[in-house]
């Protein structure tokens, strides 16, 4: 990601305020401030928590909460809405929107409509912006009113906004049936945080963050004990949330958090297991080891860990740390630093190439490794679309070939079976594809990479609207390969017809990756739909910037889209008189 890029994302924003709060302090205000912090602690935080939010920061009688997933914010402010007891009364907007970072807080468009749409909300109610409207579509269970267009004060263009009162909520239910919290397990249950790094080198985050997956995997595989996966743990990297709180998000007993130091040849892993409930320490432990003794190290942390949690393994359960790809320290490096680059946020020619020499190195170490076997299928099917190499023509047979060798390597892991179905939907072999994917999920349903490709799959079959969901989800479980999912997910709402949302993620997938061509073209064609026609032609015309030689009609012809859904893309580009 370029520096100054990084400082930037979609999100939505929730902006909420106490209705008559001068009053109420005027009146009572001991009571009033004694009743506010009994809705937060009771009522607004723990919502918050309950749909993946994060508040940015209270201000007085006022609250900014960040959401990754608009869906979720519309589903906190509702929960919020109905489970207060008639003391404190809230005023909400909503909006959807880019950000800036600074720091902990946001500021930027997309927090001001937020602003401005909260005094626009009736008492106990909630103002919603047209983009956030589109794009929840029918996935929340109440329907908002048409509230016209309204100038808000320093926004530039008039905002259409939608409205829900509490008075229209004719299901509602008691307050104490809103958003339950489910029950812990009955059996041990745990969840790992990203190991931190401690090397004082940031080029060794790759390491850390392969040992804590490698970490997660061994401990999936002990019986009896029920592990969150990678995913749902690493939204939680670079974070600073308390331990019961992240419990009580993920429901699970306990979490392991840790942090990792290497040096040349040495590497001290430190690690600590937390009641969830208490936040007290249940087991604690620091390994000095040469990195050769890096799967003696994970076995340790494997048995302490069992242990501290009281299960009962019958003798030969416990699984080794080798057994989940390698048992070569030189392999396990080479693999780790190349799913790394393949994975960032910017992947071209170059970091095709070196992160495939990677991972062909741990292969050279060690041909048994799966894994390699199915990034690097991935990474051709992705060099076959977008051309980086000399012989992207051939890369579609070179990552079917791939794949099946990671699947022959490891029957039982979800990532073979992930990268053969997204081979065979290129291939557009997608019954094929399909039965892949059902393998994959029953061995996995966690796993961000099989719900990408799961919705990606429906897009084959005209269900934009069912696709949506499934790539939100995804985004959900692994935020960090966010800026992959973000072309997939507004071509999911472009072909849905919902152009206003779609345009904004193309925006944003862009601000992440800037010599992105293909997200430049679909932002043409959203903006197209949406009649603004010398915008589209101008997106036209940086796309050509980016990439002289793009060719939509090869592009199109490579897509795993239904016919409908390709000529819709050609439909755009004609209607703002664009000769692909």
Same mark, same amino acid.
């Given at each position: ?26 009146? *009572? ?40 997933? &608009? ?97 229209? *909520? ?84 306990? &979490? ?178 399909? &039965? ?19 919705? &990606? ?124």
């Amino acid at each position: 990601m370029a520096e100054g890029d990084a400082s930037r994302r979609l999100a939505a924003v929730l902006a909420a305020d106490v209705v008559g709060y001068s009053r109420l302090m005027a009146a *009572d205000e001991s009571g009033t401030l004694t009743a506010l912090k009994h809705h937060r602690e009771a009522v607004f935080d723990p919502n918050v928590v309950r749909h993946h939010g994060r508040i940015v920061k209270l201000m007085g009688d006022g609250t900014l909460v960040e959401f990754g997933s &608009v869906v979720d914010a519309v589903n906190c402010a509702l929960a919020i809405q109905r489970a207060g007891d008639g003391r404190i009364t809230l005023r909400i907007g909503i909006n959807l929107g880019d950000v800036i970072i600074d720091g902990d807080d946001i500021y930027g468009d997309g927090v001001n409509i937020a602003a401005r749409l909260e005094p626009l909300a009736d008492p106990g109610g909630i103002c919603i912006s047209s983009i956030v409207h589109e794009s929840i579509g029918g996935r929340v269970e109440v329907a908002f009113a048409d509230g016209g267009e309204v100038q808000a004060k320093n926004i530039a263009r008039p905002i259409r906004i939608w409205k829900w009162r509490p008075t229209a *909520d004719a299901r509602r239910p008691p307050a104490a049936a809103m958003s339950p919290q489910p029950a812990l397990p009955d059996a041990p249950s745990i969840a790992v945080l990203p190991f931190a790094n401690m090397s004082g080198d940031p080029e060794q985050e790759y390491f850390s963050d392969g040992m804590t997956e490698d970490i997660i995997t061994d401990l999936s595989k002990v019986p009896g004990l029920m592990v969150i996966a990678r995913n749902s743990t690493f939204a939680y990297k670079g974070r600073h949330v308390d331990i019961p709180t992240i419990a009580g998000a993920l429901h699970v007993r306990s &979490v392991l958090e840790g942090s990792i130091r290497r040096v040349g040849n040495r590497v001290r892993v430190t690690a600590q297991l937390i009641d969830g409930a208490s936040g007290g320490h249940l087991w604690a432990d620091r390994y000095d080891r040469d990195l050769t003794d890096i799967f003696a190290v994970q076995d340790e942390l494997t048995r302490e860990i069992v242990g501290a949690l009281k299960i009962k393994l019958s003798p030969g359960a416990l699984p080794s740390a080798s057994d989940s790809g390698t048992n070569n320290p030189e392999a396990q490096d080479a693999y780790f630093r190349g799913r790394a680059m393949l994975s960032g946020a910017i992947v071209n020619r170059e970091v095709f190439l070196s992160g495939s020499v990677l991972l062909r190195r741990a292969l050279e170490l060690d041909p048994d490794f799966a894994r390699p076997y199915g990034w690097l299928a991935v990474a051709y099917v992705n060099d076959f679309l977008n051309e980086w190499s000399d012989r992207h023509r051939d890369s579609l047979a070179e990552a079917h070939r791939l794949a099946l060798a990671a699947v022959e390597k490891a029957p039982q892991d979800v990532l073979g079976h992930a990268a053969l179905s997204l081979v065979l939907q290129v291939e557009r072999k997608f019954d094929e594809a399909r &039965v892949e994917l059902d393998l994959a999920a029953a061995l996995n349903p966690n796993d961000a990479l099989t719900m990408s490709m799961q919705a &990606v799959l429906l897009l084959s079959r005209n269900r934009a609207d069912e696709a949506i969901a499934g790539m939100e989800a995804a985004m959900r479980l692994d935020p960090a390969w966010a800026h992959g999912y973000l072309h997939y997910l507004g071509t999911a709402y472009l072909l849905a017809g919902k152009y206003e949302t779609a345009a904004a993620l193309f925006r944003e997938r862009i601000l992440i990756v800037p010599n992105t061509d293909v997200s430049r073209a679909y932002l043409a064609v959203a903006l197209s739909f949406q009649g603004h026609i010398e915008e589209a032609r101008a997106a036209w015309a940086d796309m050509l910037r980016v990439n002289p030689g793009f060719d939509f009609e090869v592009h199109v012809a490579r897509l795993p889209l239904s016919a409908e859904y390709m000529d819709k893309l050609r439909e755009g580009l004609a209607k703002a008189g664009i000769s692909p």
